[in-house]
């Protein structure tokens, strides 16, 4: 995201002076020579180059606004060239963005007017140079599909035509330019006094032979300064990069054309600029060049091959590590890398680097996760961004919560959008705690919204590769980079999570999409294992649907940090996806072995299954193993159930209720107290705005206001069958709540089923928990595996720490107990000094003014533990999250299962290559365990594998070791 601070609106205020000779200079590199006509063609949507209608063009005038945020057009720019003018440089003018093409279409450069992070004067001002127009036949004619995408961070302003010409470029006065800008941004920030003087006499004597006219005499000027090599020892690796969200403040359409603006320009540096390096990350980008632009796509080929430019990470896109699935992370892996592999052949040592710089904070057990799918370097700026305690380290090694270590540097600026200028060079040495290993790397380029280095990021860091008074400068790729700092000793391990202190709120935010996320993964999951019993290859079937899926868990959109079109446009994604992806399950469910046609309940989780069910309009009992199918079992009267007044209870617990609605008392059958200070109460805090960063953030200190406590309006209470309900409505001027506190027979689970109808602003509505049995840590659920954090806030930062993002569970207990606290979507939790809660809704205002306004629907629920029974947690979070299917007549012993009821079979599927089939198991409970996996699936060879399913050695079923929170993949093969 970038900074809102303009350099040259700072030149003008502070430096007048100084402003006025740059400006003097600026105004005389390029002499208009002709004015080129234009004509436009408006469209709400984009039009592709092949469809537009020649005969709809209409005149176009320079200084017109021609449309709003996001209205597309296309240009059409025709002229001659006045006699004797050689080598004329056509210039456009726009307010936004534009790709442009020669008049059959090919692609010939992209401009770009948007305002990145405190902008250097471009030498054209409103005016961009277009590069390849051919001008040999005395005639100028091209498109340009143009487009606004609004200003800085909002949807406001117009798209405005500035006007087109030819001109001349002078090109001693264009040297001189970048010659002055290099030394002024240098002058200024520098430390040195001496040098300080030095520069600014040089660059008043550069003016004064310039106003005089003769540019020659001026660079003349500057050239000693400009000659007087580096004296530092100091090394950045610097390479060339676009960041480019997936979608963020514009939606995915607009995505594919910023791609493609990006790849064009950087492309065409590239055939100009002998040394540069350009990087990139993403394949869904790429992928998206070979579908709309296979010519484009093959000069990267080219250039990938050439060295020119690298291809950064494996993942398929930069996702938000927090929040999807750790097997949704693995397949980011595996999809991004393939791509790579099939499309540019890079090999296994190009494809180390996980490069996420960007991303809300990094789970404990990433770097597990990235070696296992061959990447063992980490790149990323994020933690420069805490808002309480400074990250004290850039280049350290990250060991996570199995032991697995990684290599990870974070370029000192703090910054992937970087100018390269001199004041950025500088910052970036002040601020680095490792400086004394004389090397850090540079991204340089404006990005967030694409585009990459342009005229000036080029000619600053030319001039900069040994300049007195900073750091030299060498164009280099981050994977050279990393292959020399692996070899350096490093002084520091950092262990557990990269925890990020902001952008907390993104653990909440757009609800509806954080659901449809958890939804759509178990739906996966369960299509691929249900491939597996029916021996359907389900790859060509699922291979879109993850890719979809993939994408949509970009750090701007699962996260719940963009627009209103780009979630509106995600939800219905999900709902299409989940939609044929239940189609499939039932017509894979009909291929699978039957035994008359009784109702059957299939359990498509590692865990043994005991629990009561609805099947048309009765209740039964399903007793199923792990991946199992067995016939249910009709209930019998259960009169230990009781639903009267204030209270619920099943023999097991009994819940008291008072006038809020929350529960005073939870006893259990020994007559233990298990509610300190009330369970459920719901509660709506303040959540102000907190510019700009209003769906990200939550303001640490809006648990200082007390709540508005909600009080029930209305209590109905009834026994169905296994069941004793209390439904609770809560209804206020701006929400209303149906909530369903449910208690099952034989259980100690208390399930809360809720319907929200939400229209608060600036509110967050959660469910506040104070067991009795409440230690000075909680336990988290994470991606295969879980992580410790402190329940404390005894420094910065613990308190900094004041809302943290779990999976399925939290847990903390005591010497007495335990107390575990469940979800089927939410994410955000605060577990601070005896208090848990979870975070069900926000309702920001930025960027999106609707954020998570309407019905919501959802579940939650706790659950009393005995102290040490984590997996109690775990088992009874998967029966939340995973809901056994109904069928008729299926029936099927297990077809896997372990002996270790802390070790989890996450996934069952169809292996990515051959007719194997693939199951990964990991350790949840955090402790060294040997188990035994059977199962019942026709194969010869058992091997293991790495992540993406790289063959390891063989495998023993019947003694598979495993390490704290180990994961592991074992491949079958007839």
């Known amino acids: 995201m970038a900074g809102f601070a303009s350099w040259l609106f700072g030149l003008r205020v502070q430096q007048p002076r100084e402003y006025r000779r740059l400006m003097r200079i600026r105004r005389r590199i390029y002499a208009p020579v002709a004015t080129l006509d234009a004509e436009i063609v408006r469209s709400a949507e984009p039009i592709p180059f092949d469809e537009l209608d020649r005969t709809a063009f209409a005149p176009l005038r320079p200084g017109t606004r021609w449309g709003g945020v996001f209205d597309c057009a296309w240009l059409h720019i025709t002229g001659d060239v006045p006699a004797g003018v050689d080598h004329p440089v056509v210039m456009l003018g726009i307010r936004g963005e534009g790709l442009v093409h020669s008049a059959d279409g090919e692609l010939l450069d992209s401009v770009s007017t948007v305002f990145q992070q405190g902008d250097l004067p471009n030498s054209g001002a409103r005016f961009r140079p277009v590069l390849n127009v051919d001008a040999t036949s005395g005639r100028i004619e091209f498109f340009a599909d143009v487009t606004y995408n609004g200003w800085i961070l909002y949807e406001v302003g117009r798209a405005v035509y500035h006007g087109a010409h030819l001109a001349t470029r002078d090109d001693e006065v264009h040297a001189l330019y970048y010659d002055y800008l290099t030394l002024l941004v240098l002058a200024g920030a520098t430390d040195d006094p001496a040098l300080e003087s030095g520069l600014r006499r040089s660059l008043r004597d550069a003016d004064a032979r310039f106003t005089e006219g003769d540019p020659t005499g001026a660079r003349a000027a500057l050239a000693e300064r400009l000659s007087e090599p580096s004296t530092s020892e100091f090394v950045y690796s610097a390479v060339g990069h676009g960041h480019l969200d997936m979608a963020w403040l514009w939606p995915l359409r607009e995505t594919r054309r910023k791609a493609a603006r990006t790849y064009v320009r950087a492309l065409n540096a590239i055939d100009r600029r002998d040394d540069y390096v350009y990087g990139t990350s993403q394949p869904q980008q790429m992928a998206w060049m070979k579908e709309r632009h296979p010519a484009l796509f093959e000069r990267m080929r080219r250039a990938v091959a050439a060295g020119r430019m690298e291809l950064q990470g494996s993942f398929w896109v930069e996702p938000d590590t927090n929040l999807p699935s750790g097997e949704s992370l693995v397949r980011q892996a595996l999809v991004g890398r393939r791509f790579l592999q099939e499309e540019f052949g890079l090999t296994d040592d190009q494809l180390r680097l996980c490069w996420l710089p960007d991303t809300f904070g990094y789970n404990g057990n990433l770097p597990q996760i990235l070696r296992g799918t061959g990447m063992d370097w980490f790149l990323t700026i994020k933690l420069a961004w805490n808002k309480i305690n400074d990250f004290p380290h850039r280049t350290f090694h990250w060991q996570g919560i199995d032991g697995s270590t990684v290599l990870v540097h974070m370029p000192p600026e703090g910054d992937y959008n970087s100018r390269g200028a001199a004041d950025n060079l500088l910052t970036g040495i002040r601020q680095y705690p490792e400086r004394a290993l004389n090397t850090a790397l540079l991204v340089y380029g404006s990005g967030d919204g694409g585009g990459g280095p342009n005229e000036i990021h080029h000619e600053l860091t030319r001039r900069e590769r040994s300049l007195r008074g900073l750091p030299r400068l060498e164009y280099s790729s981050a994977g050279s980079f990393f292959r020399s700092l692996e070899r350096r000793d490093l002084a520091h391990t950092h262990v557990g999570e990269l925890y990020l202190e902001t952008h907390q709120g993104t653990y909440t935010t757009q609800g509806r999409i954080k659901r449809h996320n958890r939804l759509?993964?178990?739906?996966?999951?369960?299509?691929?294992?249900?491939?597996?019993?029916?021996?359907?290859?389900?790859?060509?079937?699922?291979?879109?649907?993850?890719?979809?899926?993939?994408?949509?868990?970009?750090?701007?959109?699962?996260?719940?940090?963009?627009?209103?079109?780009?979630?509106?446009?995600?939800?219905?994604?999900?709902?299409?996806?989940?939609?044929?992806?239940?189609?499939?399950?039932?017509?894979?469910?009909?291929?699978?072995?039957?035994?008359?046609?009784?109702?059957?309940?299939?359990?498509?989780?590692?865990?043994?299954?005991s629990e009561f069910v609805r099947h048309d309009e009765r209740w039964f009992h399903a007793k199923v193993p792990p991946y199992a199918a067995v016939p249910l079992e009709p209930v019998e009267a259960l009169p230990e159930l009781a639903s009267v007044a204030d209270t619920l209870s099943n023999g097991i617990l009994t819940l008291r209720f008072d006038d809020t609605g929350a529960i005073a008392s939870c006893l259990d059958r020994d007559g233990a107290e298990h509610a300190a200070g009330g369970l459920n109460r719901l509660v709506v805090h303040r959540d102000p705005y907190v510019w700009p960063f209003n769906a990200w953030d939550i303001k640490p200190d809006y648990v200082d206001a007390p709540p508005r406590v909600l009080r029930v309006s209305h209590v109905e209470t009834t026994v169905d069958g296994p069941v004793a309900v209390r439904r609770q409505v809560y209804r206020g001027r701006t929400l209303t709540i149906d909530q369903r506190v449910v208690l099952e027979a034989g259980s100690d689970v208390v399930r809360f089923d809720t319907e929200v109808d939400w229209h608060e602003r600036h509110r967050m509505l959660r469910a506040e928990f104070r067991p009795t049995h409440y230690g000075e840590s909680v336990r988290c659920e994470i991606q295969f595996g879980h992580i410790e954090r402190v329940t404390t806030e005894r420094d910065a930062v613990e308190k900094a720490q004041f809302e943290v993002c779990a999976h399925k569970w939290i847990a903390t207990e005591d010497a007495g107990g335990g107390f575990a606290l469940l979800n089927d979507g939410k994410y955000g939790h605060r577990a601070k000094n005896g208090l848990l809660s979870l975070n069900l809704l926000r309702s920001p205002t930025f960027p999106d003014r609707t954020a998570d306004r309407g019905i919501h629907r959802f579940t939650y629920a706790f659950c009393p533990f005995d102290d040490g029974d984590l997996a109690k947690v775990v088992r009874e979070a998967y029966r939340l999250n995973n809901p056994l299917r109904m069928t008729e007549g299926v029936r099927f012993d297990s077809v896997a299962v372990v002996d270790d009821p802390g070790v989890i079979i996450e996934t069952v599927k169809v292996a990515e290559q051959g007719e194997g089939v693939v199951l990964r198991l990991y350790e949840s409970l955090g402790r060294p365990t040997t188990t035994r996996l059977r199962v019942d699936l026709p194969h010869r060879t058992a091997r293991e594998t790495d992540l993406i399913e790289r063959p390891a050695g063989e495998a023993d079923l019947g003694r598979l070791a495993f390490r704290p929170f180990e994961i592991k993949t074992i491949l079958l093969e007839d």
């Open 520 to 609: 759509v993964e178990r739906k996966l999951h369960e299509a691929e294992a249900l491939a597996v019993l029916a021996h359907d290859d389900s790859r060509p079937v699922l291979e879109q649907h993850w890719r979809e899926v993939l994408l949509n868990q970009f750090h701007d959109i699962v996260p719940g940090s963009s627009i209103a079109r780009v979630n509106r446009e995600a939800t219905e994604t999900y709902e299409r996806i989940e939609a044929s992806l239940d189609a499939y399950a039932d017509r894979l469910v009909g291929r699978l072995p039957r035994e008359g046609d009784s109702p059957t309940a299939l359990n498509l989780t590692s865990l043994p299954r």
